[in-house]
């Protein structure tokens, strides 16, 4: 084998350990993730929710949606929930319904 050969070799082995601890880095994060209790649901435009940690999270995720879409103040509300359970959908309607312990709206 030749120098150029095991460099090259050597170069591959660093990148699939680089990728492979990024991908195990990633898979932690991700379970961690997913065992957060989340315990904010936010509701943009009564379509788009999600769930957040924390209240001031939901709100800066709002007005993120607002300023993505380019809505100008006025244009758009959210809702913020805490400890929200859903409580099904209106026969025609589209939107999901909840019940939330404390509600907080813009």
């Not at 932690?28 to 769930?51: E, R, Y």
């Not at 209106?90 to 909840?98: C, H, L, Q, V």
């Amino acid at each position: 084998m030749n120098n150029k050969e095991k460099i090259t070799n050597t170069l591959l082995g660093i990148l699939g350990i680089v990728l492979f601890i990024g991908i195990i880095g990633y898979g932690v994060w991700w379970v961690i993730d997913l065992f957060t209790k989340k315990p904010w649901m936010g509701k943009f435009n009564a379509g788009n929710t999600q769930n957040f940690k924390t209240l001031e999270d939901c709100r800066a995720w709002a007005q993120g949606e607002a300023d993505s879409l380019g809505k100008k103040e006025g244009e758009w509300n959210f809702e913020c929930g805490k400890n929200c359970k859903y409580t099904g959908r209106e026969a025609g309607k589209i939107t999901d319904n909840y019940t939330c312990d404390e509600i907080v709206n813009n």
